[in-house]
DNA sequence: CTCACGCTGTGAATCATTTCACAAGCATAT
DNA sequence: ATATGCTTGTGAAATGATTCACAGCGTGAG
């Protein structure tokens, strides 16, 4: 029984959006309700608090704080996971100052750079090493998680590095298809492809609409 | 014939891995090369160049200028897209820094933000205004196309305001849905998600490994 | 106490996407 | 000139994800 990914991405928009209604005092919530602020169907969340195994009565719908528990039972490893970081340019800084607690169970501990003037600091809360120590320091912490933000040509050899290491999922920056071990998971952002998506459906959707007209 | 979601995103990928490829001499490329290097299955790529409408040999494969050519040709607007950047933290910098001159189609061509001090100067390229100016600028100039990089508790106004001032594409990095009218195209980039998922799947792959052994 | 309403949980159906599998084609070696 | 061993292009099958649709239930109204 395997989780679907695109299911673990909306459980991880759910507990965001129940942590803000807990904090505005909501106690319960319907399945409709959760699936509009998700921009979802109904079906859909119902669907996936199957997986999390957890339900909810017709009357009252669902169990704020207890979906958050059950949410987080899922989601998180049961110990803070320790997250690497590699390239302290621009996105790997945008990317520490957006974690600096945000999410405690996910705390960005050390950073990597071929630079030797962003190496031996420490920018918001995170170590910055240099790139020769990322094997070592990736060993002894054990750490698991890493987010590759590194030009394109460097990548790959960084992503090998650091799965000899020891690390099992990489969040890669890179606009390039990074190759790993079967038992390696790898989770590609790249923007440039998004906004070239954007810009394609937003000519579709006009082109579209005059069609229609 | 609408093209899916993943198939655009998969030809942007294949277009910049074609253009290293040209860069470095090659002429032509097979299926199963292309789909190595894009990390998706031959098949995939073949389907993929039908819905561009481009052909290769049996024998030599496909040309790889001309099927820079043709992506091109779907892909891109026939003149470049004037794209607006809302929020200059630490994200929109990021991302201004990272488009400059890296796709000529694509220009970032203005940046909005509340606070006074980062308004009325030239950021990579980019002139920034006042927040206020943001309906008025985007109308101006034509804008359909907008990076919104604002805290999440702002997104919803700030969609809102481009979407009735004519934009149609929003690339949203707010960690919320943004609820836009049905010809608008929302792609939504959400590192927190996206770095929770790995965690969990770094973690799945682990006990997957232990199970098997 | 009983009814009616609106919700949840879920098997089955639908819809979307990917992969299979193979006919047809082209260059090269014989 | 022909056989061989690759490839492409593409219907058909398989796989994966979402939505439908409805039985079952708890609550509040009468």
Redesign the interface.
């Known amino acids: 029984m395997?989780?679907p990914?695109r299911t673990?991405?909306r459980l991880?928009?759910y507990r965001?959006?129940l942590v803000a209604m807990r904090n505005r005092g909501t106690r319960h919530v319907f399945s409709h309700e959760l699936a509009s602020?998700?921009?979802v169907t109904a079906a859909q969340v119902r669907r996936d608090m199957m997986t999390v195994g957890c339900s909810g009565s017709p009357a009252r719908g669902y169990d704020v704080p207890e979906l958050i528990e059950h949410i987080g039972l899922f989601?998180?490893?049961d110990e803070p996971?320790a997250?690497a970081l590699v390239g302290v340019g621009?996105?790997g800084?945008?990317?520490m100052?957006?974690?600096e607690g945000?999410?405690p169970?996910?705390k960005m501990v050390a950073a990597f750079d071929q630079d030797g003037s962003k190496t031996n600091r420490v920018v918001h809360g995170c170590r910055c090493y240099p790139i020769e120590d990322m094997a070592s320091v990736v060993d002894d912490r054990g750490i698991?998680?890493a987010?590759v933000a590194v030009p394109a040509e460097a990548a790959q050899d960084v992503a090998d590095v650091l799965v000899r290491a020891g690390?099992?999922?990489?969040?890669n920056f890179a606009?390039?298809?990074?190759?790993v071990p079967e038992?390696?998971?790898?989770?590609d952002?790249?923007?440039?492809?998004?906004?070239?998506?954007?810009?394609?459906?937003?000519?579709?959707?006009?082109a579209?609409?005059v069609s229609v007209s």
Do not use: C, W
């Open positions: 395997m989780t990914e673990v991405g991880s928009l965001r959006l602020a998700a921009g989601l998180d490893a996971e997250v621009n996105i800084r945008a990317m100052a957006y974690f945000r999410r169970k996910l698991r998680v987010m690390v099992r999922g990489l969040l606009p390039v298809a990074i190759r038992h390696v998971y790898v989770e952002i790249d923007v440039t492809t998004s906004l070239e998506k954007v810009a394609f459906f937003a000519r579709q959707k006009r579209h609409k």
